[in-house]
């Protein structure tokens, strides 16, 4: 009985260790990868959107109003970052359900699964972001792209109307694509060398004779 109640509490740190380790990673995708990398652009040359529409409005001899601008993008970027936290905290449940069903006999089928797992989850979210980013962007910036502009201009609108919804949609899937398979890697690697350990341990330490 003592035994069991061993490897029980072995295990138990192993699933404790797990989950702090997706919830990490989780986070650190979502806030730094995902929102300080792409949404929140580390400096301002770098933020597509602005940049882009600037371009348009001044080969249209537009003048912007900053200000309102400025404005809408916020609201944008605000409601973005909301929707993308809830959508990827997902990912932290799907781990956790994963570890629920480890095999004490194949604990290194966890990373097998689990690697599948994220494959179909990454691909789900995929189709939930690009819903979300095209719903977005219509609502919160293509809407308002006279209220941003000081003289009427169908040009302007239709070229600034063009990049948001196609080209800016599908930067933005790549590189969130991109953070998302780094990300991965890394949890499976770390998640690996921690049933690794555990492995070693349960048969290597005496407590289990």
């Known amino acids: 009985m003592v ?3 061993i490897l029980k509490q072995h295990k138990q740190i192993l699933m ?25 652009v580390p400096l301002e040359a770098m933020d597509t959107v602005k940049q882009r529409v600037l371009n348009i409005a001044k080969n249209n001899s537009l003048v912007l109003d900053s200000d309102k601008f400025s404005e809408v993008l916020t609201s ?3 409601e973005l970052k909301e929707e993308f936290r809830n959508i990827f905290k997902k990912r932290i449940k799907l781990i956790e359900d994963n570890y629920s069903k480890i ?9 097998k699964n689990l690697k599948k797992e ?3 989850f990454n691909k789900d979210v995929k189709k939930e972001e690009k819903q979300l980013l095209t719903k977005l962007v219509k609502e919160k910036l ?3 792209l006279d209220s941003i502009v000081k003289d009427d201009n169908t040009t302007f609108k239709k070229e600034a109307t063009k990049f948001l919804q196609t080209t800016y949609v599908k930067q933005i899937l790549e590189i969130i694509d991109m953070k998302i398979l780094v990300k991965d890697i890394i949890l499976l690697n770390s998640l690996k060398e921690q049933i690794e350990r555990f492995v070693f341990t349960k048969e290597n330490s005496h407590l289990f004779d």
């Open 3 to 5: 035994k069991e109640d």
């Open 16 to 40: 404790t260790a797990g989950l702090e380790l997706a919830t990490n990673n989780t986070n650190s995708l979502i806030e730094d990868d995902i929102i300080n990398g792409v949404i929140e």
């Open 76 to 78: 944008y970027k605000d």
């Open 103 to 111: 095999n004490d006999d194949k604990p290194m089928e966890l990373v």
């Open 118 to 120: 994220l494959v179909k």
């Open 142 to 144: 293509v809407s308002n």
